[in-house]
C-alpha cells in the first residue's frame, strides 16, 4: 500500500510540474509593432460627413418590404461629393440593386488583392421618440459623440474606409496590391443582393484574395473577464444560421372531446426535450484562439487553465455554460422564436408548428443539427425542415494576412491586445470565404458592454475621436497591406 500511496504522489507531483511548465512557457502572442505613419484626420469634418450619412434611412428591404430606394441613391450621391479622389481615381461598379464595388488597381497586378467590406443598410429604429437624439437626425452632439442608426453599425465603417482611402489618394499613395472595397446594401437581411453578388462577380473573374476585412468584434474594454488592457476581437470564423421548423398534424375537431395528446401538446414535449437536451459543448477554433491569445495576459491561476486546456477544457466549458453570451461560443444553439396552434382557444388545431433559430458552431454542419434534432424528438409524429447556411471556415493565424492585421491594430493602439474570437452573429464576410482562407471581422472602435447595448438598440453613437483613430487605422493597414 505504501508503494502505491508513494507511486500516486509521484505521479501528481509528475503532473503538476508538468502543469506548471507548460504555464510558464505560455508565452504572449502579442506583436512588437513600430509606431504608426503620421495621418492627418480632419476629426471635425469627418465627423459631419458620417453625421450626414446618418439621415438618410437606409433599411434594407425585407418581409415583403422594399428598400428605400431614394433613401440608398442620397447616399451614393453623397458619397460620391464628399470623397471626390476616390470617385475620380478608382473603378466604380453598382452590384445588385444599391452595393457597390470600387477597385484601386495596384502597380503590380500579379499580387492578390486586398478586399476591404462594410454595409450601407441598417435595422430600423425602434420607439424613435425614446431616443436621445432623433435616430435619422445624424447629430454631432457636443459630448463628443455622432448620434444616429448606422453610426456603429455600420455607416462608421464606411465612411472611415472612405476617408482613409481618400487621404492615402491625397498624398499620392500608389498600391502595389490592388485594394477592393465592398459595400452591400441588404447585410442586415442575409447579403443576398449585394455581398453574395460581389463574392460571386469576383469568383466569376477567377479573383483569389490575399485577405478579406469586415466589420466584427470591436477593442473590448472590460469585456475579457480577467484581463485589464483593451483587447481587439478580431473575428476569425463566425456560426452558421438555420431555421429549423418542426410541424405536428392531427385531425382537429372541438376543443371539448380532446385527444390524450393534441399537435400541441406534441410539439411543445419536442421543442421542451430540444432545450433540454442541448448540442454538447466544444471548446475549439475560434473561442480556443481567444484564451491562446489573452490566456498569457492574465494572473498565474487563470493562465494555469488556458495553458492547460487538454485538462481544464471540462471545466472551462462548464464555467461558460452559465452565461448565454458566453454559452453561445462554445456551442451549437437552438431558440424558439415562434409558435403557432389553432386559431381559437376551443378549436384542436390540425397543424402546430414551431420554428427554431439555429446557430450551428463551425465544425457542426446542418446534417449534424437534423441529426440532433431527430435523436432528441425521437417522434415520427413531428415533423422536420431545416434550411440556412452553413458555419464559417475558421481563418488561419498563419497568413501574411493575420501578422499585417495584427501589427496595423498594434501600431495605431499600442495599448490594446489583439486576439482571434468566434463571431456569433452573421456578416457579410462569409460570402467570401471561397475566395480567401485569411477572413477577418474587426471594427476599430473602443466599446463597452453599454456601447455593445447601443448596436440594434436605442441611442447608437460613435464619439468623435473614435472615428478620427477608425480612420487612421483603416489609412495604416491599407499601407502595411498594399507595400
Do not use: C
Not at 197 to 218: H, N, T
Not at 333 to 353: C, D, H, I, Y
Amino acid at each position: 500500500m505504501k508503494r502505491v500511496l508513494l507511486a500516486l504522489l509521484a505521479l501528481l507531483l509528475l503532473l503538476v510540474g508538468g502543469l506548471v511548465v507548460r504555464t510558464l512557457r505560455f508565452g504572449s502572442r502579442q506583436v512588437a509593432a513600430e509606431p504608426a505613419e503620421p495621418f492627418s484626420v480632419d476629426a471635425t469634418g469627418a465627423a459631419e460627413r458620417l453625421a450626414e450619412a446618418l439621415r438618410h434611412r437606409t433599411v434594407a428591404a425585407s418581409d415583403g418590404t422594399g428598400a428605400e430606394d431614394a433613401a440608398f441613391q442620397a447616399l451614393h450621391a453623397q458619397l460620391v461629393a464628399q470623397f471626390p479622389l476616390v470617385h475620380a481615381q478608382l473603378g466604380h461598379e453598382t452590384v445588385g440593386a444599391h452595393s457597390h464595388l470600387y477597385t484601386w488597381k495596384g502597380t503590380e497586378p500579379g499580387l492578390q488583392p486586398v478586399l476591404l467590406m462594410g454595409h450601407l443598410d441598417v435595422v430600423p429604429a425602434e420607439a424613435e421618440a425614446t431616443w436621445s437624439h432623433p435616430p435619422f437626425g445624424g447629430a454631432v452632439v457636443a459630448d463628443g459623440y455622432v448620434y444616429g442608426r448606422g453610426a456603429l453599425d455600420d455607416k462608421g465603417s464606411v465612411l472611415a474606409i472612405l476617408e482613409a482611402v481618400e487621404g492615402l489618394l491625397a498624398q499620392g499613395h500608389r498600391p502595389r496590391r490592388t485594394v477592393l472595397l465592398a459595400f452591400g446594401a441588404d447585410e442586415e437581411v442575409g447579403g443576398r443582393d449585394g455581398a453574395a453578388l460581389v463574392a460571386k462577380l469576383l469568383r466569376e473573374r477567377g479573383v483569389r484574395l490575399e485577405s478579406v476585412l469586415d466589420e466584427g468584434g470591436p477593442i473590448g474594454v472590460g469585456l475579457v473577464p480577467g484581463v485589464d488592457a483593451p483587447v481587439a476581437l478580431v473575428g476569425v470564423a463566425e456560426k452558421g444560421s438555420a431555421r429549423v421548423e418542426l410541424v405536428v398534424r392531427s385531425a382537429g375537431g372541438h376543443a371539448s372531446m380532446p385527444p390524450p395528446q393534441t399537435a400541441a401538446g406534441i410539439l411543445a414535449r419536442a421543442v421542451v426535450r430540444l432545450e433540454e437536451h442541448p448540442f454538447e459543448p466544444g471548446l475549439r477554433g475560434g473561442t480556443l484562439s481567444l484564451f491562446e491569445h489573452v490566456g498569457p495576459e492574465m494572473g498565474f491561476g487563470k493562465r494555469l487553465l488556458f495553458a492547460n486546456t487538454w485538462l481544464f477544457a471540462p471545466l472551462i466549458e462548464r464555467q461558460m455554460a452559465q452565461a448565454p453570451s458566453t454559452n453561445a461560443s462554445i456551442r451549437t444553439t437552438f431558440a424558439a422564436t415562434m409558435l403557432e396552434g389553432s386559431p381559437k382557444p376551443n378549436v384542436l388545431p390540425s397543424q402546430a408548428r414551431a420554428v427554431l433559430n439555429v446557430r450551428p458552431l463551425p465544425g457542426d454542419s446542418l446534417e449534424d443539427v437534423r441529426a440532433h434534432v431527430r435523436d432528441v424528438v425521437d417522434d415520427a409524429r413531428v415533423e422536420l425542415l431545416a434550411e440556412g447556411d452553413e458555419a464559417s471556415p475558421v481563418s488561419r493565424l498563419d497568413t501574411e494576412g493575420w501578422r499585417q492585421l495584427q501589427r496595423s491594430i498594434r501600431q495605431v493602439f499600442p495599448d490594446v491586445l489583439v486576439a482571434p474570437f468566434l463571431t456569433v452573429a452573421a456578416t457579410d464576410s462569409r460570402h467570401f470565404h471561397p475566395l480567401s482562407d485569411s477572413v477577418y471581422r474587426f471594427m476599430p472602435v473602443r466599446m463597452t458592454r453599454e456601447d455593445l447595448a447601443r448596436m440594434h438598440g436605442r441611442d447608437e453613437r460613435l464619439s468623435v475621436a473614435g472615428h478620427a483613430a477608425a480612420i487612421r487605422f483603416y489609412a495604416q493597414y491599407l499601407r502595411n497591406t498594399t507595400r
